[in-house]
């Protein structure tokens, strides 16, 4: 069965700190992949997305990940966080069925 | 981005009612519209898929009977909970997508408190 995981479930960091949130998926074929962000009180939004092309996109907000297929991992990276980046980020993946699959989720905290 | 809509944003019911969600997207045609359940500080799982004019896809341990999913037109889906229980309180997001390709927009969100 297709699974997303996300390994890291809470993270803590202060300003300026260099963020990358790991997801790896278990899929053989071709995959479309997403990160999207929960602020507290808010829905989901769209960070970023994979369809093909260049395995390195960029997302809203400073954010950007890298698809490696050898890996199968589509890590969230921002080099240099906010406060306003609190909130749960999740990863999802969409892999030659209907339906995006969901990782758990990892909570993020940005201390001032 | 694309914009979609629940109503009600919260509900409170008692035992054995019944309550509907409904799912809009706002500015497209939702050829396909997705429910999801999320618990606290769990991942959204998916509960049916519906598509317009047909019946909706239910993924498996999720009663049909029990939460009915009409997409009547591409910009309109709801959800029925039926004879609702104080374990179906839960959030309940919808999410609609335009084409098999495209991106899902997700609403934000209905908070069901089944007393």
């Known amino acids: 069965a297709q699974s997303v995981s996300q390994h890291n479930h809470h993270v803590i960091l202060s300003e300026a700190a260099s963020l990358e949130l790991g997801c790896n998926y278990s899929y053989g074929g071709t995959v479309n992949l997403f990160w999207y962000v929960q602020y507290p009180g808010q829905h989901l939004q769209l960070l970023l997305k994979y369809f093909s092309g260049d395995p390195l996109v960029k997302g809203i907000k400073g954010f950007e990940a890298e698809f490696i297929k050898s890996k199968f991992s589509f890590n969230l990276r921002k080099p240099s966080v906010q406060w306003s980046d609190t909130a749960e980020y999740f990863c999802?993946?969409?892999?030659?069925?209907?339906?995006?699959?969901f990782g758990t989720g990892t909570r993020l905290q940005v201390f001032p | 981005g694309a914009v979609v809509s629940q109503h009600p944003s919260r509900v409170i019911c008692k035992s054995g009612t019944s309550v509907k969600i409904e799912c809009r997207s706002l500015d497209f045609q939702a050829t396909t519209m997705f429910w999801y359940r999320q618990f606290p500080k769990k991942s959204l799982m998916l509960m049916a898929t519906?598509?317009?004019?047909?019946?909706?896809?239910?993924e498996q341990g999720v009663e049909k009977d029990k939460f009915l999913i009409n997409h009547a037109s591409l910009t309109l889906s709801t959800l029925t909970v039926t004879s609702a229980h104080p374990e179906d309180s839960s959030f309940y997001i919808c999410?609609?997508?335009?084409?098999?390709?495209?991106?899902?927009?997700f609403g934000p969100g209905t908070r069901l408190l089944v007393l």
């Open positions: 999802a993946v969409n892999a030659g069925t209907d339906k995006l699959i």
């Open positions: 999410s609609a997508r335009s084409g098999l390709q495209e991106t899902q927009y």
């Open positions: 519906s598509n317009e004019g047909s019946k909706a896809t239910y």
